[in-house]
């Protein structure tokens, strides 16, 4: 359960993270490093070598806490999260559009390794932007197809249409995830208090 709920938390932080970006331009850039590193870490063996330390997921605790005690201001979040979910179930049937994505997303991995006296934060850019091709390539050719609701000014800004895509395509990921560690529906409507108390002792 405890993985379970480190993976709907990686859900919520990206989809909280992309409401943060279209609405403000600006969002936790640990946060969205912990998203984009969960992404990339498509060899990983378990939960934890993809986000890190729970504290990694503390936003995306604090907002699935929020949401499953009926706060309302992260009802933007829960609509994203809602569609990833959809589109996750149209994701699993395309078996050769993963191996692609899986395929890309090691190369752009890569990227980590490249020393030629780039700062970390225009390689996470870098990495940004060429998921987000890959997601504009793919993922938005499925059905939901995503629409973001923000403020036209930001949502005009090259850099932070990329870390969106990122973080959709990170939380896709996630949903992913849930969904093989044994998530569906029926939890997620029959299991909330459970989750509640799982998703609170994420936080410290």
């Known amino acids: 359960m405890t993985e ?6 990686g859900v919520f932080q990206a989809t909280e993270l992309v409401r943060q970006a279209a609405n403000h331009g600006t969002w936790s850039g640990y946060s969205a490093d912990t998203c984009l590193e969960s992404l990339l870490a498509i060899e990983a063996d378990s939960v934890e070598e993809i986000f890190g330390d729970a504290n990694k997921l503390r936003l995306g605790a604090e907002t699935l806490v929020s949401v499953l005690q009926g706060d309302r ?3 933007e979040s829960l609509g994203y999260a809602v ?3 959809q589109l996750e179930s149209n994701f699993r049937k395309k078996k050769q559009m993963q191996a692609h994505i ?7 991995a890569d990227m980590n390794d490249i020393d030629d006296g780039s700062e970390i934060h225009e390689i996470k850019d870098l990495q940004a932007k060429e998921i987000a091709a890959l997601y504009t390539q793919t993922i938005s050719t499925l059905s939901p197809r995503i ?3 923000g403020r036209p000014q930001h949502l005009q800004v090259d850099r932070t249409v990329h870390w969106i895509r990122t973080l959709l395509f990170a939380s896709l990921r996630s949903a992913v995830l849930w969904r093989q560690l044994g ?3 029926f939890s997620l409507m029959f299991g909330r208090k459970k989750m509640l108390e799982e998703a609170q002792t994420l936080l410290p």
């Open 183 to 185: 998530g569906g529906r």
């Open 147 to 149: 629409v973001v609701n």
């Open 4 to 9: 379970r709920i480190m993976a709907l938390a």
């Open 83 to 85: 569609s990833i979910m």
């Open 102 to 108: 899986g395929a890309e997303l090691l190369t752009i």
């Open 73 to 75: 201001r992260y009802m």
